[in-house]
């Protein structure tokens, strides 16, 4: 039971590039999602899904985009980088209950500078 | 609206003292509160939460929280602190009528030979 996968685990992009982070769970949890940690600060949350098909906005949700086509995957896309999102990427699961009181399982992050 | 405040961005103890993280919450609603833990390089690990059951939330590694409401206050504490527990630790509160989760800022914990 391998939890929460993503990968990269690194990446350095150059303005304008795309991307797609990804995010895998085995946990068979209903819903994941998305979160950036900046330094200093607390994680924001990008976007969330509630299961396969579903998607919705966060905190800060502009300048990504995600999809979920199965209850495993939930990649991140970053359309035009930008050095704003230069950040650490958390990817989360957690069972079916909802985000107010479900514990949610992390991965180890995606650090990215965008350039 | 809600908001979580860590009163504290650093805190130092000597080992096998006790320790104190400090977590105030405003939420216009029934609140959910979560202590996480972050070890340096790693993703987030629940150490315990509270979701209106008892008001004295124990977690893992020896860590407990209690709930006041009247002082709108979580704050985390552990009797000895011991070298495994340097880390970051971050107080979320979550409302029962919303998805919306609010992060504090975090708070990194010092442990002192």
């Known amino acids: 039971n391998a939890g929460v996968t993503q990968t990269p685990k690194f990446r350095i992009l150059k303005i304008g590039q795309s991307m797609t982070l990804q995010c895998t769970q085995d946990?068979?949890?209903?819903?994941m999602y998305w979160y950036r940690q900046d330094p200093g600060m607390g994680l924001k949350l990008i976007y969330y899904?509630?299961?396969?098909?579903?998607?919705d906005k966060g905190e800060v949700p502009n300048g990504y985009n995600v999809s979920r086509s199965t209850t495993e995957d939930f990649p991140l896309r970053l359309e035009l980088a930008a050095p704003s999102q230069t950040s650490v990427y958390f990817c989360?699961?957690?069972?079916?209950?909802?985000?107010?009181?479900?514990?949610?399982?992390f991965g180890p992050g995606t650090r990215l500078t965008v350039l | 609206a809600q908001s979580v405040t860590q009163l504290d961005s650093h805190v130092s103890v000597s080992e096998g003292t006790p320790v104190l993280l400090r977590c105030n919450y405003s939420s216009s609603y029934s609140p959910s509160l979560f202590w996480y833990v972050q070890h340096p390089n790693k993703g987030l690990q629940l150490l315990l939460k509270?979701?209106?059951?008892?008001?004295l939330v124990k977690g893992i590694n020896g860590f407990e929280a209690e709930f006041k409401k009247s002082e709108t206050s979580f704050h985390l504490t552990k009797p000895s602190a011991h070298m495994s527990d340097a880390a970051e630790y971050f107080c979320v509160v979550t409302m029962n009528r919303d998805d919306k989760i609010i992060f504090g800022k975090g708070t990194r914990l010092h442990i002192l030979p």
């Open positions: 509270y979701t209106s059951a008892a008001t």
């Open positions: 989360a699961s957690s069972p079916g209950t909802g985000p107010n009181t479900d514990t949610q399982y």
């Open positions: 899904s509630v299961g396969a098909g579903i998607t």
């Open positions: 946990m068979n949890h209903n819903y």
